[in-house]
């Protein structure tokens, strides 16, 4: 693996062996065995394989068609899977203490550092899952006796149908019973209400399961239990449907208009977060840096508006760029010639590798105008999904879709959506070291976010124009970081945050408050929304510490990136340089200087 070395002269002979030789060293054979494993690698498949099998045995949802092809094992853990994970995860930690740390190539060590961290992640997860059980348990007096009907199941033993028919009738009354009780309570908080209603859906599923396994199989029990099951089958959605309205507001978020009601986690929850993400800095240091990352933007910005001639009326500026939108019909045309555009950037400046198969397979599909309500600009990956207008959508909602997507918007966000971005990422995450499973989006959208921030300095934008559109991007990545941050501290409501994008960055108010409503409950997580910014940053500090000391070519750093698969930055530095690690490495790196 790559190792720094200060001498450059003999640096440069073995960076070009080790990391670069030539594309078909790097997207043919090679023999490096490094480039595709590690000394952790196989304890790493095995884990992934064998909590694959619990996933779906212990499963609510039925994962095997007729012709015994597997589906997904489904989100929800009863507590007997629960349990097995947690059994599965101490059984995996015993593992990798046994292994021989020091003895490890950089490669291992780093796998060993992230699978640990991977294993506590779930850990963690599983036991606060496990605390929601615990408090919800009280509603479910019943749950055991149907987990009681579905072990059996598995392994297909026969069953007395008039018994399974009476056990059924109890299990009626006694649900029956429990709505009564239910009614008279006051509520429950939203969390447990939640996983109240997703823990009876789940007995549901199981229910299901075994009813459809027996049915028109055994003849005795088709004739006494489809009635009965049928009527605990709607009694239970019926329970369900009534946990659900006992869901009482305990978000420390106040009302605000917005119709957005999201869960602020605090303080406490982001640090452990972020730590999490190898991230060293506090929630309100974050804040700072975006602050002066916007304050950058914002001189920048004042001066393509006075280019031009409107001074230091920016908004001015920014609303002729709006209206530079192509008309109906032409987008997927524009965008394509921006992908031309940026491509041949980056070929004609020897940034990067790229395999012609990953520039042959992506492909364009157009967003639906129910997705452009959460989120209203294109998406990008091995399909480019264009946010554009359709007859469908009112005229102001035709306008802000034309708008928030011109081409001088899109310019800045092309590359990050394909190629050298998402699509790029996929392909090769594919392809190198695919047993990491360490997604997260300070590498994913941080990458990505790069790219912009690096074309800018390698003068991309041709025109005020442009910069004014990749400039909104920027500005956009900023206020992220300051509304979600400011957002989870408590001390802001989504209307503000709404209302910073609007008067702040130049949104349209209406893609506002998709993206604030994206942020907030699109199912993303809480550091999602910073990590693109945030991610860049990181990215942006390394090239500097590899690329800027000529210690590496930019095509060599960012090759070496993609070829390292997703992982939090501050563990791909210790890869590319070869860092002295050890097993309880803790988040060190201070990447920002204010």
């Known amino acids: 693996m790559l190792k720094i070395i200060k001498n450059k002269t003999s640096f440069l002979p073995r960076l070009l062996i080790l990391i670069v030789v030539s594309p078909v060293s790097l997207f043919g054979q090679d023999f490096d065995l490094y480039l595709q494993t590690s000394e952790v690698n196989n304890t790493m498949v095995h884990y992934e394989a064998d909590k694959g099998s619990i996933m779906r045995f212990y499963a609510t949802t039925s994962n095997a068609d007729t012709f015994g092809g597997q589906y997904n094992e489904g989100n929800y853990n009863t507590p007997e899977r629960r349990n097995r994970r947690l059994q599965l995860i101490s059984d995996y930690k015993k593992t990798l203490e046994g292994l021989n740390f020091d003895a490890m190539n950089i490669n291992g060590k780093v796998d060993y550092i992230l699978f640990s ?31 009681a009907l579905e072990k059996p199941r598995r392994r297909g033993i026969k069953v007395n149908g008039e018994l399974v028919a009476k056990e059924l009738e109890d299990l009626r009354k006694t649900i029956n019973e429990q709505i009564k009780k239910v009614e008279k309570i006051d509520g429950l908080d939203k969390a447990s209400s939640e996983f109240a209603v997703l823990h009876a859906k789940g007995l549901q599923e199981i229910l299901k399961n075994y009813f459809n396994f027996y049915n028109g199989y055994d003849p005795l029990f088709s004739w006494w239990v489809p009635k009965t099951y049928n009527e605990v089958d709607v009694v239970l959605g019926e329970y369900a449907l009534l946990l659900k309205s006992k869901r009482k507001d305990t978000s420390t978020q106040k009302e605000d208009g917005s119709g957005i009601v999201g869960n602020p986690i605090g303080r406490e929850e982001l640090i452990r977060q972020l730590q999490t993400e190898f991230i060293p800095y506090s929630p309100e240091e974050l804040v700072a840096i975006a602050n002066k990352e916007f304050a950058w933007c914002d001189a920048e910005l004042l001066k393509a508006s006075r280019v031009m001639g409107f001074g230091d009326n920016w908004k001015a500026a920014q609303e002729k760029v709006k209206n530079s939108y192509v008309a109906p019909g032409d987008q997927p045309q524009a965008m394509l010639d921006l992908y031309n555009q940026s491509v041949d950037f980056l070929k004609q400046n020897n940034l990067l590798t790229i395999p012609p198969i990953a520039e042959e397979s992506w492909r364009m599909y157009m967003m639906s105008p129910e997705a452009q309500k959460i989120n209203p600009f294109f998406l990008g990956g091995e399909s480019l999904i264009i946010s554009y207008p359709t007859n469908t959508m009112s005229y102001s909602e035709k306008m802000m879709s034309m708008r928030g997507n011109n081409p001088h918007f899109s310019r800045a966000t092309i590359h990050h959506e394909l190629i050298a971005g998402h699509h790029l990422q996929q392909f090769m995450k594919e392809r190198y070291k695919a047993y990491r499973h360490f997604d997260t989006p300070f590498w994913v959208e941080g990458n990505s976010l790069y790219w912009e921030m690096l074309l800018w300095d390698l003068k991309f934008p041709q ?132």
């Open 463 to 594: 025109t005020p124009e442009d910069k004014i559109g990749m400039l909104f991007w920027r500005m956009h990545r900023c206020a992220r970081i300051i509304f979600s941050l400011n957002y989870h501290l408590g001390k802001w409501s989504p209307q503000q945050c709404i209302d910073f994008l609007v008067d702040h960055v130049g949104h349209e108010r209406a893609n506002a408050e998709g993206e604030v409503r994206r942020s907030f409950v699109g199912g993303y997580s809480p550091l999602y929304q910073i990590a693109y910014m945030l991610g860049g940053l990181q990215f942006n500090a390394l090239k500097e510490e590899l690329v800027t000391s000529g210690k590496m070519t930019y095509q060599q750093y960012h090759d070496a990136i993609l070829r390292e698969n997703a992982m939090p930055i501050e563990l791909l530095r210790a890869l590319l340089t070869n860092q002295s690690l050890q097993r309880d490495f803790k988040t060190n790196w201070k990447f920002y200087k204010f």
């Open 117 to 147: 961290r991977n294993l506590n992640s779930e850990e963690y997860e599983l036991l606060q899952q496990q605390k929601l059980y615990d408090k919800i348990k009280v509603y479910f007096p019943f749950d055991e006796k149907i987990y």
